[in-house]
């Protein structure tokens, strides 16, 4: 079933011209509401959407946010120690705090398109969206007006993260944020973004994408912690662009949303490039997570690692589908993938579609998912140890989780993903206990 188009909703209403922008970012919005026109919506005929939910994609009534109506909040306490703090409610500017070498560029998008045009422009919705929602991606960049832009020059690091938070609030509303990194040559930088909600924002929804480009020898940590409300959607789509002798790392983190699906794209373009993909799901009562992945090793000598994390409660339900693509040519490739699913419940539903192309030689590759029961013995060994049987299946839970967190490499990053992780695991062994 196709989800269907709606008088008056944002899938049917032509994006308006924006003033104090370039003449080249309205053409750029008008190119991606053509594109939008053009793509069908999925259906279960599509590959890309096999075992997805499409009863999610209603898009009844839903409406870009009044500009008159912002309001303010504050998101997550986030880190104690950070180099920014940018926050938006519904799109608009919130709060910002910066503290940041010099020569670095961390502006809400708006600004940047006023005081750096030509370098938005050049790595502004570049890459390919491949993976099935280039339909949402173009609508996406027909309505986009609110994000972040982030440049680190040569040489320049950043030594404590950049923080990004994006609010979301009220009934049938949609947002596009956008978050634009660029690391120069040999430059470092780490940013984390939030997706966080009104309690009770019905039907609304976040459409993100976010374009990361890693400079040659230099480092990127990108994580998204999304925690919406439990009637809120998200469609996010991730491009990671690696080169020569760079390093990337990404980190998903799903907590919350009724239905979340994350695309996320990393293409090796040169040698001894290298890219983690790492994430933590925390599915229950009838959430679903659909992700879908792409590693790209379009260059010799790269490699690549997945671990995807996911663990499900109640009647939720998870689909992973991941492919890794080793290029003619691309030589020496290592490229690793694994998804592990952990059911915690028999109602619990996880699929996964691990695949692998490679077209060179010498390379090392593999692929895999598992999905299993939370084991009887590890919980009879816990409880034999005076742990009640609630908080001994929250802690093996926890446990589960660990190995794709400990990847981050980072205390500081490691502890921020845990206590959130902690949280919703307690939560939802409690809410157990209540019942």
């Given at each position: 079933m196709a989800a269907t188009l709606d008088r008056g909703n944002v899938l049917e209403r032509e994006p308006g011209r924006l003033g104090g922008v370039p003449d080249w970012f309205n053409a750029?919005?008008?190119?991606?509401?053509?594109?939008?026109?053009?793509?069908?919506?999925?259906?279960?005929?599509?590959?890309e959407w096999r075992f997805a939910?499409?009863?999610?994609?209603?898009?009844?009534?839903?409406?870009?946010?009044?500009?008159?109506?912002?309001?303010?909040?504050?998101?997550?306490?986030?880190?104690?120690k950070r180099a920014a703090r940018i926050g938006f409610f519904n799109e608009g500017l919130n709060e910002q705090e910066l503290n940041l070498p010099e020569g670095v560029i961390c502006l809400p998008l708006r600004l940047a398109l006023e005081e750096h045009s030509d370098l938005v422009q050049e790595y502004f919705m570049k890459s390919e969206h491949q993976l099935g929602s280039a339909k949402f991606a173009a609508l996406h960049q027909a309505h986009v007006s609110s994000?972040?832009?982030?440049?680190?020059?040569?040489?320049?690091?950043?030594?404590?993260?950049?923080?990004?938070?994006?609010?979301?609030?009220?009934?049938?509303?949609?947002?596009?944020?956008?978050?634009?990194?660029?690391?120069?040559?040999?430059?470092?930088?780490?940013?984390?973004?939030?997706?966080?909600?009104?309690t009770s924002a019905r039907n609304a929804w976040t459409i993100a994408v976010n374009d990361l480009v890693a400079g040659p020898g230099s480092q990127l940590t990108y994580l998204a912690l999304q925690d919406l409300c439990d009637q809120a959607r998200?469609?996010?789509?991730?491009?990671?662009?690696?080169?020569?002798?760079?390093?990337s790392k990404s980190f998903i983190l799903n907590a919350g949303a009724a239905w979340a699906r994350q695309e996320s794209r990393s293409c090796l373009e040169g040698e001894n490039a290298h890219s983690d993909m790492l994430s933590v799901s925390i599915a229950r009562d009838e959430q679903e997570y659909d992700q879908r992945t792409f590693q790209h090793h379009a260059s010799a000598r790269s490699c690549s690692d997945l671990l995807y994390k996911n663990t499900l409660y109640d009647g939720s339900r998870t689909v992973f589908s991941g492919l890794i693509l080793v290029d003619d040519g691309a030589h020496q490739t290592d490229a690793y993938q694994t998804c592990r699913n952990l059911l915690m419940s028999e109602a619990a539903e996880a699929s996964s579609m691990p695949g692998l192309e490679i077209k060179a030689d010498q390379v090392k590759c593999s692929h895999g998912s598992t999905s299993a029961m939370i084991d009887d013995d590890e919980i009879f060994y816990l409880r034999a140890r005076g742990i009640k049987p609630h908080i001994a299946r929250q802690l093996v839970a926890q446990g589960f989780s660990v190995e794709s967190i400990s990847r981050l490499k980072n205390k500081v990053l490691e502890d921020l993903v845990l206590g959130f992780a902690a949280r919703e695991f307690h939560r939802i062994s409690e809410r157990v206990v209540v019942r």
């Open positions: 750029s919005r008008q190119a991606g509401w053509m594109r939008f026109q053009e793509l069908p919506m999925p259906s279960r005929k599509d590959e939910g499409l009863r999610h994609l209603d898009f009844e009534g839903v409406q870009l946010p009044d500009p008159q109506s912002m309001g303010t909040h504050r998101g997550a306490s986030g880190l104690e994000g972040i832009f982030i440049y680190v020059p040569d040489g320049v690091v950043v030594e404590d993260p950049i923080e990004i938070f994006h609010w979301l609030a009220g009934d049938h509303v949609i947002t596009f944020p956008h978050s634009l990194v660029v690391t120069g040559r040999n430059a470092r930088v780490t940013v984390v973004d939030y997706f966080q909600s009104d998200m469609i996010q789509v991730g491009n990671t662009t690696v080169a020569r002798d760079a390093t």
